[in-house]
Each structure stands twice: as structure tokens, then as C-alpha cells.
């Protein structure tokens, strides 16, 4: 048995439970063994009978004297008595009346469950019993609790596993053996049995510390090599004008922050190389990331390079393609910038690929119509990727083999990813932070509250509609299902209209056409909806300056950073902005939530949330799942630096990647999610 094996090829696995498996994700041996406990619980401490006290026990027994009868119509008992050398207790199994005859009387067992008063008597019920010359996986040890589904239990899970780790029992190591002596790290075969079953704590914590390693090792060897794959790849020079920058520079209607003035300044170095720059920058909601890309453009433009920049909708495009027009005009350059989205006319369209192909338009702002086959570009320079996150590496090839030779990149986004994660993620990058927003911004008053209040806060919301502002409110699910508790963006919907009667409502999700989707958010724009009521698809960049009011519901469901971005939707016009945390009921907020009342830095948000939440609310922001580190965790600086150093020593080391086949096929998969190429 290997690995790769279909896991229907496991003893006892038909076509029925493969499907739940594959509901887990799990569809070959290989993803049974790394379907990792969720939890344990420990049920290693063995006691006497004759110490028992009432509560979670394990004994070592013999079992006698087994009963097995139906007492009324539907209710069956299995009796029997457990017995060691200093005493016997009874054992109670419910509607099991196949345990009888699983019981072999005399054998030694391990038994496990909870010793209590029932009707007058002391018994364990419905106890785990497993034969002591077994391997026992739920008795009489540390027991892995494995995330479950839909009529699999997480027992059924256990027996499955510990049949693969026994019968794929030769598993192959895949890390190279210099790296296990470097790093004290257990071979694979042991961390996997020992993370399913640890014969202790420390015996845990090894396995914990070698799966947590692998995973950042390969995360960093898919980044490097990543980088390492252009590194002979040649861009189109921008040779920094100083005059030029000047000039634009003092047009602006205000003063650049140091950040910004940083940052432009560290992208007009990389411009003037030929080595491609792939920088990403992060900078939060209205730190101003598009007149740094702008004055990256206006460099490429003065050069006679043509640049794009790519936007996830064309609501966003549309702004872009104004403030660019705005900003480049101020120095003469305006009609050099082009609009290119799927909402235009056929006939605009065609204008514009036109005036792409000739070099007539060096700026070229739009959505994925920039990426299709009929747009040809002149000499694409630079390439500028805004909420970066919102695009596959398919999608950023597609624009990159326009250009025909390397360009230059520049990805943006607001995600306040801490560095520590970005350069794990984003080895291959160079990472530029806008720490600072510009002077003067206002602070949006941020308050948790809960349904008790919803009447109260529903009339000084109505105030301000009635002055003429709007409110957004964001759902944690799009449909109404049976555990959705009223919270989908279709049951707010219905409410927020009673609520509000007379005003105007539009519903925006993920499931609707992006047609749909864009039309609901420019009518909101244009002011034909009060109240907008949609999912976190509206996280993304666009500007609604007469939008005041965020009213997030369901808010523990979100994670902070996500809160965060959400609130920047509102407080970017001139009016005070409020930002409304509902609960779910009448529960205490948790210290999480509160931190949002009083903490404005998007980055501290996000490391807070790494802390109490570990990477997946940080993951969540972005489109793939795969990427979850599910044993490392990224506040471990030590591990991180350690297996960010090997794989830097695997490079340097020229070790052919092909010598390790499950390494090279995970590090070959990753590298086509991270790829910023
Ligand atoms: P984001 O980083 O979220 O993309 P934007 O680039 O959209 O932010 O900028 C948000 C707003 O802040 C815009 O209206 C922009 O004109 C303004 N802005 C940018 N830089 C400055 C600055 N240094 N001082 C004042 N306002 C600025
Ligand atoms: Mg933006």
C-alpha cells in the first residue's frame, strides 16, 4: 500500500464511505494519514477498580459475565462485569446488541468511558472496549478527535487511520535526511503515527514540531523556487526621472505621508534594473496605495512603456481609470489612459484594444477583459495588480505573456497580512508596507451591540439616512439554511426591509451574476439604494464617500482583519462614520471583538487574530484554502526562521528535487497557488 492508493483500496472502505471521506477532502491513503486531529482527549491514565471514582475512566480488565436482552420495544441492553485484581464494576451498553457477541470473556481489555450513577447504580456506559493485544485507538491513550461530517464519526475515523499508519507502515521519509539531522526532526513515518496516536505529550510535541517544519519548508522551496524561475528574466529599464517626479509630486492636492514617499522611492529603484521587480505593497484601507501606483506608471509612461493595471470589478476599474486620469493629466498626460471592461460598448471596446495595439494608450485600466485573447499590447512595461489577492496565478500570467518579455510587477493590497506570513506566503516577493494613513483621517466609531438594542440603534441609523447618508449591511452567509439563525444576507434582507420601510434596499452576494453584482453596487453608488445589504463580497477597494454607516451582523463569525476591511468600506467622504458590531444574542462580546473598539492598525488587528484565531482567519481573507498550515503555527518565529533556512540550504545545495517524489509533487502544487510571478 502507498500513499498515492485510492482509499478505497483500505480494508473496510466502500464507495459509500469514500464519498463522506471525500466530503473531508480525503481520497487516497496519503490523505487519511494527513487528515490531522482536531483535539485529543486523554485517556491514558490507567486505574485500579478498586480506586475508581465516578467520572472519564480507563480500566485494564477481564470482562464477564455478558447479558444481552431487549427490557421493552426498542431499547436493548448488553450488561457485563469488568473485573482486575482489587475489584469488578459494572458495564451498561444501550441499543448495542452487537456487542455481546464481540466480547471474548477472559481476554484482556482496555475499556474507557464514564463511570456514573445510574438508576441507583454505579456503572460505566456505553464504554469503548478494545482488546489489549489490539492496537487500541480509543482506549488507553491520548485519543485524536478528528473533525467529522455527516454519518461519520470520529471513532469510525480513528479505526481508518490507524488501519493506513499500520498497513502503509513502511512510510516513506520525504524530507532529505540532512535536513531531519540538522534540525532534530523525527522521521515521517514516526511524527504521522504519533500525531494520529501519541504514545505521550512529548512524543506530540516532536510530531507536532516535525509536520509544523515541513509544512513551512515546503511553502518556502515552492516560493524560492518561484523566484528562482525568472531570475534570468529580463525587463525593459525605467530610468528615474527626478524633474518629472517633482513635478507631479507638487500638482498633488496634498502632501505624499514618508511611507509613501518610501515606498515610491523603493520602486523606482527596482524600475531602473532589468531584473523584474515582483513587489508587493501592503498598505491599509485609504493609505493610498493609488498614487504610488500611479507615480510607478507615470515613470513606465515617460519611458514609453505602456502599463496596466488590473482591478477585480469594473466598478473598481471605472474609479481607477478616473483617478488616474486625474492624476496623469496633472502633468499633461491624460489621454494617455484607457478604460477596458466587459460592460463597455462592443464599439468602445474595439476603440480601445485599437488604441492598446498602436501604443496610442500607455495606460490601460480594467478588470479580466484585459486578459483575453483579443487584447494585443504595444510594449507593456509594468503591470499593476490591485487587490491582488482577488486574482489566480492564471489569471496574472495571462496579463504577464501580453508583454511578451518579463514586465515589472506591482501587486497591492489592503489585507494587513503581518510580515512574518508574507514572506512565508510571498517568499519570492519584496514586500513594501504603507504603515502610515494620511493626516487628518477621521476615525470611524466603532461599537458592539447587541439585538436587545436593535430598536434603539435602528432609529439613530434612520436619522442619518434621513439626512441623506447610506448604510451597508454585511451578512456572514448568503441563504437561508436551517442554521443560519436569520443571519444570511436573504433573511437581513427581508428584515431590513420591514425595519426600514419607505427606504430603499439592494441585495448584493457571491451567488448573483457578476453583472447583477456590479449593478447593485452602482446603484448604490448613484444613491438609488438607502441601504445595501450584501455578504463581504463589497470588501474590495470601491469608494462610496456618502456611505456612512457599516452595521456588521453575526460579527463573531468574521475575523478582525476582515472587520477591519470592512469598516474601511465607510468614513472615506466628509461626514463621521460608524461602524455597528451586532451580536448574535445577549452573550458577552469576547475580548476579540472588543479589540476592534479600540484598535484602529489594521496590522496589530491582524496579528491579534493570528494569535487567538492561528493563520486561517488570516487565510480566510484570501481565495484558497489550500494554504492552511494545519500544524504550524506562524507566531513560532523559530520554527519559521529554521525551515525558511533549509529550504535556502536545499537551493544552495543544488539537490535535484526530483530525488524526493512527495516532495516534489506537494512543492510542485504549491507553487502553482503562490506563484506572484
Ligand atoms: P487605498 O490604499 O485604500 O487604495 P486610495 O489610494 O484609494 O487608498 O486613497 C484613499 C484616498 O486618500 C483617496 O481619496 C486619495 O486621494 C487620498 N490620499 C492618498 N494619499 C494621500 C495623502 N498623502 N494625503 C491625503 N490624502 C491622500
Ligand atoms: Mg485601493
Not at 431 to 455: F, H, M, Y
Not at 544 to 571: K, W
Not at 623 to 650: N, W
Request: hydrophobic share 40%.
Amino acid at each position: 500500500m502507498t500513499l498515492n492508493d485510492p482509499i478505497t483500496d483500505l480494508k473496510g472502505v466502500g464507495d459509500e464511505l469514500a464519498k463522506k471521506l471525500g466530503v473531508l477532502g480525503v481520497h487516497t491513503v496519503g490523505e487519511l494519514i494527513d487528515y490531522y486531529p482536531r483535539r485529543y482527549e486523554d485517556y491514558s491514565n490507567i486505574v485500579k477498580i478498586g480506586d475508581i471514582r465516578p467520572g472519564i475512566v480507563t480500566l485494564q480488565a477481564k470482562i464477564s459475565s455478558v447479558t444481552s436482552r431487549y427490557v421493552r420495544r426498542g431499547m436493548h441492553i448488553t450488561e457485563a462485569l469488568a473485573s482486575d485484581d482489587t475489584g469488578s464494576v459494572r458495564l451498561t451498553w444501550f441499543n448495542q446488541p452487537y456487542r455481546a457477541a464481540g466480547i471474548k470473556p477472559g481476554a484482556d481489555y482496555f475499556i474507557s468511558g464514564e463511570y456514573a450513577l445510574r438508576r441507583q447504580r454505579f456503572s460505566i456506559t456505553n464504554p469503548s472496549a478494545e482488546l489489549v493485544s489490539d492496537f487500541p485507538v480509543n482506549t488507553a491513550r491520548i485519543i485524536p478527535v478528528y473533525r467529522v461530517t455527516k454519518g461519520l464519526k470520529s471513532g469510525q475515523i480513528r479505526k481508518l487511520v490507524r488501519e493506513a499508519v499500520v498497513q502503509a507502515k513502511e512510510l516513506p521519509e520525504h524530507l532529505p535526511q540532512w535536513v531531519l539531522d540538522d534540525n532534530n526532526l523525527i522521521v515521517y513515518a514516526r511524527a504521522a503515527t504519533q500525531m494520529h496516536f501519541p504514545s505521550g505529550n512529548k512524543a506530540l510535541e516532536l510530531a507536532k514540531k516535525r509536520l509544523g517544519f515541513e509544512e513551512v519548508f515546503e511553502l518556502s522551496l515552492a516560493a524560492l523556487l518561484n523566484k528562482q524561475a525568472v531570475a534570468h528574466e529580463k525587463s525593459l529599464k525605467v530610468p528615474f526621472k527626478q524633474d518629472l517626479a517633482k513635478k507631479f509630486v507638487s500638482e498633488l492636492p496634498f502632501k505624499l505621508t514618508d511611507a509613501q514617499r518610501k515606498v515610491v522611492w523603493q520602486i523606482y529603484q527596482d524600475l531602473e534594473k532589468t531584473q523584474p521587480m515582483n513587489r508587493l505593497i501592503e498598505g491599509d484601507v485609504g493609505s493610498g496605495k493609488t498614487v504610488v501606483a500611479a507615480m510607478a506608471a507615470l515613470m513606465a509612461i515617460e519611458q514609453g512603456l505602456q502599463v496596466a493595471l488590473m482591478a477585480p470589478t469594473e466598478i473598481l476599474a471605472r474609479q481607477h481609470a478616473d483617478t488616474l486620469y486625474r492624476l496623469l493629466g496633472s502633468v499633461g498626460q491624460a489621454d494617455k489612459v484607457g478604460l477596458l471592461i466587459g460592460g463597455l460598448k462592443p464599439k468602445q471596446k474595439e476603440l480601445a484594444r485599437e488604441k492598446l495595439a498602436s501604443g496610442e494608450i500607455q495606460m490601460i485600466v480594467g478588470t479580466h477583459a484585459l486578459i483575453t485573447d483579443k487584447v494585443d499590447m504595444h510594449k507593456l512595461g509594468l503591470i499593476v495588480i490591485d487587490e491582488q489577492h482577488r486574482f489566480g496565478v492564471d489569471q496574472r500570467k495571462k496579463l504577464q505573456a501580453k508583454a511578451g518579455h518579463m514586465p515589472h510587477v506591482l501587486h497591492m493590497t489592503a489585507t494587513p497580512i503581518p510580515r512574518s506570513l508574507a514572506l512565508t506566503l510571498y517568499g519570492e516577493l519584496d514586500v513594501s508596507i504603507l504603515d502610515e494613513l494620511p493626516p487628518g483621517r477621521q476615525q470611524i466609531a466603532t461599537k458592539i451591540t447587541s439585538p436587545n438594542s436593535r430598536a434603539q440603534l435602528n432609529e439613530s441609523i434612520d436619522k442619518e439616512l434621513e439626512a441623506g447618508r447610506q448604510m451597508f449591511v454585511v451578512c456572514p452567509l448568503i441563504a437561508d439554511t436551517e442554521t443560519s439563525g436569520g443571519l444570511s444576507a436573504e433573511e437581513v434582507y427581508e428584515r431590513v426591509r420591514k425595519d426600514f420601510e419607505g427606504r430603499s434596499v439592494g441585495l448584493l452576494h457571491g451567488k448573483m451574476k457578476s453583472t447583477d453584482k456590479e449593478e447593485a453596487m452602482q446603484k448604490f453608488l448613484n444613491r438609488e439604494y438607502d441601504i445595501l445589504v450584501s455578504t463581504t463580497v463589497i470588501e474590495v477597494g470601491v469608494d462610496v464617500p456618502n456611505a456612512t454607516i457599516m452595521l456588521i451582523e453575526g460579527a463573531e463569525r468574521f475575523g478582525l482583519a476582515q472587520i477591519h476591511q470592512l469598516r474601511g468600506r465607510v468614513g472615506r467622504g466628509a461626514h463621521q462614520s460608524y461602524a455597528y458590531l451586532m451580536l448574535e444574542g445577549s452573550q458577552a462580546p469576547s475580548q476579540r471583538l472588543r479589540a476592534l473598539e479600540t484598535t484602529t492598525d489594521g496590522f496589530k488587528l491582524a496579528e491579534l487574530d493570528l494569535q487567538l484565531r492561528g493563520p486561517g482567519a488570516i487565510y480566510g481573507t484570501f481565495q484558497h484554502g489550500a494554504l492552511d498550515l494545519r500544524v504550524a503555527k506562524l507566531t513560532d518565529l523559530k520554527l519559521i526562521a529554521s525551515a525558511r533556512k533549509a529550504a535556502q540550504a536545499f537551493i544552495d545545495k543544488k539537490e535535484p528535487l526530483k530525488k524526493y517524489p512527495r516532495l516534489e509533487s506537494k512543492v510542485t502544487a504549491l507553487r502553482a497557488i503562490t506563484n506572484l510571478n
